[in-house]
């Protein structure tokens, strides 16, 4: 079994989580990270990482680099995506796949040119209570689910620091949908979507209705109403709107009622599941995705979530955008 080199592009807030979880895969290395930050460079080097770029088309050079981890803003998808399966390098891209969906099926078109792999980072589907409704829903123990309900609301970009009193600055391209390709729908709506399709097939309806409680251009609530292949009607509720993190989705089904909630421990209960297990229940999914990147390039399989499963999400967020209800 081989052993798959990494290069990590892009070192924000969840380009740090792939750091530090790709670490602790025992058939991977990071040999190389790249971003525009001196701090975020100097961690990674503190972490062991030799090799550091400012420029990520320079990592590309790199002949030890096998695959990238790709987590920088959404308008800088495609371009990074080109430039990476034009070197030959397998990518797990971070989701959306792109700002819109004519570039999501031009990344999908450059991995299949060049026959790289390509995955999507939808950690949900790694969720182990997730997974284990999947198994259910497969052997009928929940029976026909009629309707579900799933709700994902947090503070999105406009989250405080520890002390509760200072707001963390909000990049600039958060603002601009040309650059995002909308607001908390594309953000977290995607999320409940791809896991949503994952258990019922794909979408043949939905509807929108969006709030901007902070008056921007985009979006900052939304609730939606889908209706998917296998006949089950999901609420999909997303917003930035609140400091307090809630993540939930009810399963109605005909034989059974199951809830699952995804929501962070508290921080000594984070600090014990650190010390035994390595890593916390809430960041395990986001482990356990690169895990199954890894194996995939090892094994030479084909990863999930797939090209063509982000480019069905964002087809849907396009889709409600297009089917507002007005209240």
């Known amino acids: 079994m081989r052993n798959v080199r990494l290069g990590i592009i892009g070192l924000g807030h969840i380009g740090q989580v792939h750091l530090r979880h790709s670490l602790k895969l025992s058939n991977a290395q990071v040999v190389a990270v790249a971003d525009t930050s001196s701090k975020a460079l100097k961690k990674a080097k503190d972490f062991g990482v030799k090799k550091t770029f400012t420029d990520y088309a320079e990592l590309f050079k790199d002949p030890e680099v096998d695959a990238v981890l790709i987590s920088l803003p959404t308008h800088l998808h495609l371009k990074c995506a080109l430039q990476a399966a034009e070197a030959g390098k397998d990518i797990f891209l971070e989701k959306p796949i792109a700002v819109t969906v004519d570039e999501g099926k031009e990344v999908i078109s450059v991995a299949e040119r060049n026959s790289v792999k390509l995955m999507l980072g ?31 609301i947090s503070s999105g970009p406009f989250f405080h620091r520890a002390d509760g009193h200072s707001p963390v600055p909000v990049p600039d391209w958060w603002f601009d949908t040309k650059l995002t390709g909308g607001g908390v729908m594309v953000d977290l709506g995607c999320h409940m979507i791809n896991l949503l399709r994952w258990f019922f097939g794909e979408i043949v309806d939905i509807k929108g209705q969006f709030g901007h409680r902070f008056g921007m251009d985009f979006e900052d609530s939304a609730m939606c109403l889908a209706r998917f292949e296998s006949g ?13 993190f809630t993540f939930r989705v009810d399963f109605l089904g005909s034989v059974k009622h199951i809830s699952v909630e995804h929501m962070p421990p508290r921080m000594m209960s ?19 995705e690169l895990q199954h990147f890894v194996d995939c390039l090892v094994n030479d399989a084909a990863p999930s979530s797939t090209g063509q499963d982000g480019l069905k999400d964002l087809e849907a967020i396009s889709k409600a955008y297009k089917n507002r209800i007005l209240l």
């Open 270 to 288: 984070a600090a014990f599941q650190m010390l035994t297990k390595g890593v916390s229940n809430f960041f395990r999914p986001h482990l356990d």
């Open 232 to 244: 089950s009607l999901a609420v999909i509720n997303v917003g930035w709107f609140s400091q307090q």
């Open 122 to 152: 939808y950690p949900l589907r790694f969720n182990r209570d997730f997974r284990q409704v999947k198994e259910d829903l497969e052997n009928g123990l929940i029976g026909d689910v009629e309707n579900v309900h799933a709700t994902y």
